[in-house]
């Protein structure tokens, strides 16, 4: 069975942090890339990092330089550094593999006050 669960969204004034955890179970995220996720009201959603297996990473350049993703193999996690956030970073954010399989968690709410 596939779970994905994420946590620590939260409201942050522009130029503050968050870390985001991702919980996914061994089936998904042994073989897989994994990734961060993103949808604001209205949007679709947007991959916005990624972390390959072995440690390679890519973002969005809408976050390049402020987001840092990693995981942690032994425990199955993965994470999501937020610096510098912007109001436009306000979404609710969902880890998943890359390519996203159909099984999404509940997300995580970020909101980013001006």
């Known amino acids: 069975q596939v779970q994905l669960v994420e946590s620590g969204g939260g409201l942050v004034q522009a130029g503050g942090s968050l870390r985001l955890s991702c919980a996914a179970s061994?089936?998904?995220?042994?073989?897989?890339?994994m990734g961060w996720y993103r949808q604001a009201p209205g949007n679709q959603r947007e991959l916005v990092a990624t972390?390959?297996?072995?440690?390679?990473?890519n973002y969005a350049d809408s976050v390049k330089g402020r987001f840092t993703i990693s995981r942690d193999s032994a425990e199955n996690m993965v994470y999501l550094q937020m610096n510098s956030l912007k109001p436009e970073d306000t979404a609710v954010y969902y880890c998943?593999?890359?390519?996203?399989?159909?099984?999404w968690g509940q997300g995580t709410q970020v909101t980013v006050s001006s």
């Open positions: 972390i390959t297996r072995y440690g390679n990473t």
């Open positions: 061994e089936s998904i995220f042994r073989i897989s890339s």
């Open positions: 998943n593999r890359v390519p996203y399989s159909p099984y």
